[in-house]
């Protein structure tokens, strides 16, 4: 059984940061590059940041510089370094893995 499970959500101020990291489990995780996603409510799920297996990293524009995307191989888990957060970042965060298992979500709220 697959899971992966999302901490670290939750509130900020702008200007602060936040840590999320997701544990996988039931999948061999060195094969699978990670993605974190976001969503608003009455919009479409948006790609924040992928990490290969190999490594290498891309990020939406909206966060490059910002946001750094993570994964340690040993612990089968993805990390998202969230700084300099705007209130525009307020979402529900997603992993993703492979682009077909998805954890259950952890909120993020930016406001003052």
């Known amino acids: 059984q697959v899971q992966l499970v999302e901490s670290g959500g939750g509130f900020a101020q702008p200007g602060g940061s936040l840590r999320l990291s997701c544990v996988a489990s039931?999948?061999?995780?060195?094969?699978?590059?990670m993605r974190w996603y976001r969503q608003v409510p009455g919009k479409q799920r948006e790609l924040v940041a992928v990490?290969?297996?190999?490594?290498?990293?891309n990020y939406a524009d909206s966060v490059k510089d910002r946001f750094t995307i993570s994964r340690d191989n040993a612990k089968n888990t993805v990390s998202l370094q969230m700084n300099s957060l705007k209130p525009e970042d307020t979402a529900v965060y997603y992993c993703?893995?492979?682009?077909?298992?998805w954890g259950q979500g952890t909120q993020v709220t930016v406001s003052a």
């Open positions: 990490i290969t297996n190999g490594g290498r990293t």
């Open positions: 039931g999948i061999i995780f060195t094969n699978y590059a």
């Open positions: 993703n893995a492979g682009s077909v298992f």
